[in-house]
């Protein structure tokens, strides 16, 4: 499979750093700017892109203002979720707000919390084949986020969503015309998804996660029900890494986009699961 590569620009953009941070001397530091000097700035470099961090900032002023100003109109974000951070999700929030391309890559092993487990995340390993496994995925994605007319994020969901009731009136009729525009729209994502090069094969978009809920034990026939009852999607296979337990591993195969994929995802969060390892191919 070819590898994706960013063609080399001059560096006449900016792509914003979010990352955990610590002290100058902690572990977090060491491995933030490992993979900011190993994998981002070469990669981003190459692309055109003055990589900025916030503790790289020296122009005098406060740095706060300095960050929201990078996050408000910096043509890219890079946004790594490893250990959570508080101020990172601050960040990831005031870019959805402003809806503009964002990259999110997290280190393998972290539980994303359920209000963004269904975006799109790269999963990485922190050692030396991680990093050099990262790079290609980390260039699509880059590709990928630059290329998307209207980027999607849960913010703007719920924004579109509250705007769209409020415009409307509340009686049957228009409640049922809402419903079938719902109807019509997932009809249409998944015909546009449907074929690929081939016009007469279907594509299928593998799905890969594991599921937990607080601690308790869980049948893995009992969430696929759940999954196949309510997702209304079109699932080719489904790969168990195990039968029950209190984390139980999936690899679907889904046939459609991914939107699709990512209805799994929702129904799975709103049964009360925590999922983890989401890894979208």
Same mark, same amino acid.
């Given at each position: 499979?070819?590898?994706?590569?960013?063609?080399?620009?001059?560096?006449?953009? =900016?792509?914003f750093?979010?990352?955990?941070?610590?002290?100058?001397?902690?572990?977090?530091?060491?491995k933030?700017d490992?993979? &900011?000097?190993?994998?981002l700035k070469? &990669?981003?470099? $190459?692309?055109g892109?003055k990589v900025?961090? #916030?503790?790289?900032?020296?122009?005098p002023?406060?740095?706060t203002?300095?960050?929201?100003?990078?996050?408000?109109?910096?043509?890219?974000v890079?946004?790594?979720?490893?250990e959570l951070?508080p101020n990172?999700m601050?960040?990831l929030?005031?870019?959805?707000a402003?809806?503009? #391309?964002v990259v999110?890559l997290?280190e393998?092993?972290?539980k994303? #919390?359920f209000?963004?487990?269904? @975006?799109r995340?790269?999963?990485?390993?922190?050692?030396m084949?991680?990093?050099?496994?990262?790079? #290609?995925?980390l260039s699509? $994605? &880059?590709k990928?986020a630059?290329?998307?007319?209207?980027p999607?994020n849960?913010i703007?969901?719920?924004?579109?969503?509250s705007?769209m009731?409020?415009?409307?009136?509340?009686?049957?009729?228009?409640?049922?015309?809402?419903?079938?525009l719902?109807?019509?729209?997932?009809?249409?994502?998944?015909?546009?998804? !449907?074929?690929?090069?081939?016009?007469?094969?279907?594509?299928?978009?593998?799905?890969s996660?594991?599921?937990?809920k =607080?601690?308790?034990k869980?049948?893995?026939?009992? &969430?696929?029900?759940?999954?196949?009852?309510?997702?209304?999607v079109?699932?080719? !296979?489904?790969?168990?890494?195990?039968? @029950?337990?209190?984390?139980?591993?999936?690899?679907?195969? *889904?046939? %459609?986009?991914?939107?699709?994929?990512e209805?799994?995802?929702?129904i799975? *969060?709103?049964? %009360?699961?925590?999922? %983890?390892? *989401?890894?979208?191919?």
């Amino acid at each position: 499979m070819a590898k994706t590569v960013l063609a080399e620009q001059p560096l006449n953009k =900016n792509c914003f750093i979010i990352s955990p941070l610590g002290s100058d001397d902690s572990e977090t530091r060491r491995k933030a700017d490992g993979l &900011i000097n190993s994998v981002l700035k070469p &990669i981003l470099t $190459a692309a055109g892109y003055k990589v900025i961090a #916030p503790h790289e900032i020296d122009t005098p002023g406060s740095i706060t203002r300095q960050v929201i100003q990078h996050l408000l109109e910096d043509e890219l974000v890079i946004a790594n979720l490893t250990e959570l951070n508080p101020n990172v999700m601050y960040e990831l929030a005031v870019r959805h707000a402003k809806r503009l #391309p964002v990259v999110c890559l997290v280190e393998r092993g972290t539980k994303l #919390p359920f209000d963004i487990a269904t @975006e799109r995340t790269i999963f990485y390993d922190n050692d030396m084949a991680g990093v050099e496994l990262l790079k #290609p995925r980390l260039s699509k $994605a &880059i590709k990928e986020a630059l290329e998307e007319n209207e980027p999607d994020n849960p913010i703007y969901r719920v924004v579109s969503d509250s705007i769209m009731r409020e415009v409307t009136a509340k009686d049957d009729a228009q409640s049922y015309i809402l419903k079938r525009l719902d109807e019509i729209t997932f009809q249409l994502n998944k015909l546009r998804h !449907s074929t690929d090069e081939n016009p007469f094969r279907r594509r299928s978009r593998r799905l890969s996660l594991t599921v937990s809920k =607080n601690g308790e034990k869980l049948i893995a026939d009992k &969430i696929i029900e759940q999954i196949i009852s309510k997702a209304k999607v079109e699932v080719a !296979s489904i790969t168990l890494k195990d039968t @029950e337990g209190d984390i139980i591993g999936f690899d679907f195969d *889904v046939i %459609g986009g991914p939107r699709d994929a990512e209805r799994i995802m929702n129904i799975l *969060v709103e049964e %009360g699961y925590e999922l %983890g390892n *989401v890894i979208m191919n």
